[in-house]
Antibody, heavy 122, light 107 residues
Framework: EVQLVESGGGLVQPGGSLRLSCAAS????????MDWVRQAPGKGLEWVGR??????????EYAASVKGRFTISRDDSKNSLYLQMNSLKTEDTAIYYC?????????????WGQGTLVTVSS | DIQMTQSPPSLSASVGDRVTITCRAS??????LVWFQQKPGKAPKSLIY???SLQSGVPSRFSGSGSGTDFTLTISSLQPEDFATYYC?????????FGGGTKVEIK
């Protein structure tokens, strides 16, 4: 069974930094692309970015709203995905979900964790 | 970026009703579309992928259709557990983009 467990959320001041983690189990983590998706309180879903697998040289994609501030990385030896968030803004307040496509060839984020809440406030 | 426009933003319906939600892409995405259902306080759950393929374990009252720019999600007979918010998402190109959501409420 695919399991994704996010951690690392919390309260941070504007301009601050935070690192989220996603622990994966139930599948061969190294084979898959992995995504971060967020949802501001009472709002819709926003794709944050993607980390490709080793076969695709671990390249990344980002939404324009976070590019240059957020960095997605992964450690296949630990079955873990990370989201380093710098220069945080109040509008980054959201639940952050880790998600996985259905196959190693990519596709949409089908399997989701339960999310971790990030609050950016002074 | 590809913009995804869902309609209506919300609807009220009764148990047993047939419900249709539409999603329009700002440019052609072939069949690279997924539908999600989200209930309050929960993560989204995928229902339909590749525009019309039912995800394993999803009831057959859910169906999807469309290709190119226009897509629909249909619930043939609305059940109490179907009251939720529904989102479409395109995965034809980066950035992956979601529709604004359709909240299905009890009439």
């Amino acid at each position: 069974e695919v399991q994704l467990v996010e951690s690392g959320g919390g309260l941070v001041q504007p301009g601050g930094s935070l690192r989220l983690s996603c622990a994966a189990s139930g599948f061969t983590f190294s084979d898959y692309y992995m995504d971060w998706v967020r949802q501001a309180p009472g709002k819709g879903l926003e794709w944050v970015g993607r980390a490709r697998n080793k076969a695709d040289t671990y390249t990344t994609e980002y939404a324009a709203s976070v590019k240059g501030r957020f960095t997605i990385s992964r450690d296949d030896s630990k079955n873990s995905l990370y989201l380093q968030m710098n220069s945080l803004k109040t509008e980054d307040t959201a639940i952050y979900y880790c998600a996985r496509p259905p196959s190693a060839l990519g596709g949409p984020p089908i399997f989701w964790g339960q999310g971790t809440l990030v609050t950016v406030s002074s | 970026d590809i913009q995804m426009t869902q309609s209506p933003p919300s609807l009220s319906a009764s148990v047993g009703d047939r419900v249709t939600i539409t999603c329009r892409a700002s440019q052609g995405i072939s069949n690279n579309l997924v539908w999600f259902q989200q209930k309050p306080g929960k993560a989204p759950k995928s229902l339909i992928y590749a525009a019309s393929s039912l995800q394993s374990g999803v009831p057959s009252r859910f169906s999807g259709s469309g290709s190119g720019t226009d897509f629909t999600l249909t619930i043939s007979s609305l059940q109490p557990e179907d009251f939720a918010t529904y989102y479409c998402q395109q995965y034809k190109s980066y950035p992956l983009t979601f529709g604004g959501g359709t909240k299905v409420e009890i009439k």
